[in-house]
Structures are given as structure tokens and as C-alpha cells.
């Protein structure tokens, strides 16, 4: 250990996602395992600049690693993008004795914890929490796992729907800037197609996909479209465009929302949970700071938050291979 560390802070920032709450716990036991303090701080970097802060231990974390969501709020924060902003969280951070910060959540989050450690030098470490999977240096991100089951359940009991009255069903999953919840749970849910931002597939050949599944003796189909995905203004427009083209099927569209991002998490997310939040402190106590907790090929990693914010997360070709051969 090349540095004491004798109390810490936790939060979350940003989206929610499941096993936000397993991360938390395992953060917050692991510190009383090592005879450090923590303090939880509700509402993320906004709660941080507001003070926002109530001292955590074991027993106040029990009951948790079943829920869905995060215990200790989340919230956007324009305050914290400035200067003064941050400044206020550094002092209130200062006040409370507070040595080091885990921030749990995604892009957003590691931007504001980088910025702020290059301005005051205080160690935070960064455990990615966001159901869209598109944190480079990690395999997975806490909530996917959860998401992606969220979603083949739901496209399950559409396809029994699309089967009775012989429809297409467009099913639109979150993703702005990656596609692999879409990928994933379109090959999971056995989907005709699948639109996602990293593959512009156009309109007239997603058609002509759809005529030769027709004419192969499918009488219903189902699309996953990633929210980001740039084959038409939106869903409704490109159900419009496909109901005009193709004949035979009444489309209909179906957005997910927000109910992706709720329910208890996965035994996996639990898991990941658990070791990344242990992987923080640890990282905390041998002196890391300015990095984010991954996981790859199932070890941990620390991977500096440069790397890890707006990296290039390649979609994995195989698995859009796979989706090409299984939905003839």
C-alpha cells in the first residue's frame, strides 16, 4: 500500500442501470473489511456540490444486491462542469476527511471524475455502470447482462403477438452509439433483422431482406432497431416506409424504453458487481488513481480514464455473421 487511505466516497452519476446497488455494497463492505471509513454521497456529482453525504457501513448497505436501480440517487449536473462547480465538490470533499471518491456509471461520469482529478489531484477511481455496454477496456459494463434478458423476454412475448395475426413487429432497444444490446438480443430473441448504428444497412435492402424472408414462407418478423441507428428519422417513419413498400404485413412498432434499465440484476451483474466494487478499493489502496475497474477475459484491469472515455469499442463482426446466417 503506497499511500493511507481513511475514508472514502462513493456515488453514482448518470443513467441508472442494474447492480448499480451491488456495486455500492460491495464498495462500501470491502472499505469496512479494510477498517476504512465511507461515506455515501446521494445524487451524484450535484450531491457532491451540495453536501449531499451520509456515512455508510456494512449493515447500512444489507438487502441491496437484489435491487434494481441505485440506493444513493443519481442525477445530471451542470454545476460541475464548471470550474467553481467543481471546486465546491473538492472543499466539501476536503470538510468531510474524505481521501479518495468511487464513482459508479458511464462515459459522462468518467469525463467529470478525470477532469476533476487533473484540476485537484485527488484520487478517484471510475467502475463503469451503463446498460449500453460502450466503456472501452472492459468486456461488459454493470446492467447489461440484466438489459439484454429485459429485452429477450419482451421480444419473446411480441413474437407471440407478430406470430398470431401475421405482423412485423420493429422493436426499438436503447443503444444512441452502440449496438449491442440490439446485436445480442436480436441473435437471443431469434430476430429476421437487426439495425444498429455501427452498420448502416439502408432502407431499400432492409426491404428486399424482408420480400425473400416473405417469399421463403415467414409469415411474421421481428426487427430490433438500436435507437441510434440512421436508416430513417425515427421507428414510426421507417414502419411508414416499410408498410408502403411490402405487402402482406401490418407493421407495428414497439419502443422498450426505460423499462431496460429497471428490474433486479442478473446473477452475472451481481457478480461483476461485487468484483469490480472490491477492485476499486483495492486499486484505491495500492495508490491507483484516475483509472476505471474493467474486467477482461474475466480478470480485472485498471485502465486509465483517457482510454476508457470515448474509446472505440469495435462491434464484434462474428456475432453480426452469426445474425446473418441464423435468420434466413
Do not use: W
Not at 173 to 194: F, K, T
Amino acid at each position: 500500500m503506497s499511500e493511507k487511505i481513511s475514508k472514502i466516497g462513493v456515488l453514482t452519476s448518470g443513467g441508472d442501470a442494474p447492480g448499480m446497488n451491488a456495486a455500492i455494497r460491495a464498495v462500501v463492505r470491502s472499505c469496512s473489511y479494510h477498517g476504512i471509513e465511507c461515506s455515501g454521497i446521494f445524487r451524484g456529482y450535484e450531491g457532491l456540490i451540495d453536501g449531499d453525504f451520509e456515512a455508510l457501513n456494512a449493515r447500512s448497505v444489507k438487502n441491496i444486491i437484489n435491487r434494481g436501480g441505485t440506493f444513493l440517487k443519481s442525477a445530471r449536473s451542470a454545476a460541475f462542469r464548471t470550474t467553481e462547480g467543481r471546486q465546491r465538490a473538492y472543499d466539501n470533499l476536503k470538510a468531510q476527511n474524505i481521501d479518495a471518491l468511487v464513482v459508479i456509471g458511464g462515459d459522462g461520469t468518467f469525463t467529470g471524475a478525470a477532469v476533476f482529478n487533473d484540476e485537484h489531484n485527488f484520487p478517484v477511481v471510475g467502475i463503469p455502470g451503463t446498460i449500453d455496454n460502450d466503456i472501452t477496456g472492459t468486456d461488459y459494463t454493470i446492467g447489461y447482462d440484466t438489459a439484454l434478458n429485459t429485452v429477450v423476454e419482451a421480444i419473446d412475448k411480441i413474437r407471440d403477438t407478430a406470430n398470431s395475426h401475421n405482423r412485423l413487429f420493429l422493436v426499438e432497444v436503447m443503444g444512441r452509439d452502440a449496438g449491442d444490446i440490439a446485436l445480442n438480443a436480436g441473435i437471443g430473441a431469434g430476430a429476421e433483422e437487426i439495425l444498429i448504428p455501427e452498420e448502416e444497412m439502408g432502407r431499400d435492402r432492409l426491404v428486399d431482406s424482408l420480400k425473400r424472408s416473405k417469399k421463403s414462407g415467414k409469415t411474421s418478423s421481428i426487427i430490433v432497431v438500436a435507437e441510434g441507428d440512421k436508416i430513417g428519422k425515427n421507428i414510426f417513419e421507417l414502419a411508414e416506409y416499410i408498410e408502403e413498400n411490402l405487402e402482406g404485413y401490418e407493421v407495428k412498432v414497439t419502443v422498450l424504453g426505460h423499462i431496460q434499465r429497471g428490474g433486479s440484476p442478473s446473477c452475472y451483474d451481481r457478480v461483476l458487481a461485487s468484483r469490480l466494487g472490491v477492485g476499486a478499493i483495492d486499486a484505491l489502496r495500492d495508490g491507483k488513481r484516475n483509472i476505471m475497474v474493467g474486467i477482461e477475459h474475466s480478470k480485472i484491469v485498471f485502465v486509465p480514464f483517457k482510454d476508457a472515455i470515448k474509446g472505440t469499442n469495435q462491434i464484434n463482426k462474428e456475432l453480426i455473421r452469426v445474425a446473418d446466417i441464423t435468420s434466413v
